[in-house]
Nanobody
Framework: QVRLVESGGGLVQAGGSLRLSCTAS????????MGWFRQAPGKERELIAA????????YYKDSVKGRFTCSRDNAKNTVYLQMNSLKPEDTAVYYC????????????????WGQGTQVTVSS
């Protein structure tokens, strides 16, 4: 089992920044692919960023490329999502997820989920 706890959401004005954190416990973090998903009202949950368990490889959805950065600190069992130049359309509940198999850029490979944290971007 993997337990994931997110933090760092909140309300920010358009153009601002937030950093989300997700701390994992229960499995060897360094072997986990870690992903960030978001779900806006009335929309499906989508994978927006991910970090492979090794090699520093990352994945980004086109809509967040150049604005969001996913990074991990294996010593702290934590993955981060730095969000810059936020837009109102980034408003959503953001979820951290983990997978120890499959391709890290495949949303269907993730089986462990955090509770979610709300990000609201005002115009």
């Amino acid at each position: 089992q993997v337990r994931l706890v997110e933090s760092g959401g909140g309300l920010v004005q358009a153009g601002g920044s937030l950093r989300l954190s997700c701390t994992a416990s229960g499995r060897t973090f360094s072997r986990l692919n870690m992903g960030w998903f978001r779900q806006a009202p009335g929309k499906e949950r989508e994978l927006i960023a991910a970090a492979m368990w090794t090699g520093g490889n990352t994945y980004y959805k086109d809509s967040v490329k150049g604005r969001f950065t996913c990074s991990r600190d294996n010593a702290k069992n934590t993955v981060y999502l730095q969000m810059n130049s936020l837009k109102p359309e980034d408003t959503a509940v953001y979820y951290c997820a983990a997978s120890y198999s499959g391709y890290y850029g495949d949303s269907h490979s993730y089986g462990y989920w955090g509770q979610g944290t709300q990000v609201t971007v005002s115009s």
